[in-house]
């Protein structure tokens, strides 16, 4: 459908031919050219009406469609995230270590009291 300066959008011509059609096959006797004409003009109009509403359900669905996917896709990744444990926290790493060197420490102070008793 073109758009014209004024925003009123032109029937295509399938629309037009479709449109002058059914007002052709609906001709009663003694109508005019004109009348035809008419009724051809708000069949298209009826046409692009209906076209207009389909575009529109059609977008609708689209865009619930995408809405429905991004939910999954964010329940998909909560639920990965819940499965996947935490990784280790930089601070709790110092703990083993330290723990170790304490209890070297406190080994070697035992071991050397020992040897200033005997």
């Known amino acids: ?3 014209h300066k004024h925003g009123k ?3 295509s011509p399938q629309t037009q031919e479709e449109a002058e059609r059914v007002a052709r096959a609906t001709q009663k006797p003694g109508q005019t050219k004109e009348q035809t004409r008419l009724i051809a003009q708000g069949i ?3 046409i692009d009406e209906y076209k207009k509403q389909q575009k529109a359900r ?3 669905a689209d865009k619930a469609k995408k809405q429905r996917n991004r939910e999954q896709q964010q329940l998909q990744a909560d639920e990965q995230e819940a499965q996947t444990p935490p990784p ?3 601070g709790s790493s110092w703990l083993p ?3 170790l060197v304490l209890s070297w ?3 070697a ?3 050397w009291w020992q040897q200033q008793a005997g």
């Open 1 to 3: 459908m073109a758009h």
């Open 9 to 11: 959008a032109s029937p």
């Open 44 to 46: 298209q109009k009826g």
């Open 58 to 60: 059609a977008r609708a």
């Open 88 to 90: 280790p926290t930089a």
């Open 97 to 99: 270590w330290g723990l």
């Open 105 to 107: 420490i406190g080994f």
């Open 109 to 111: 102070a035992y071991w």
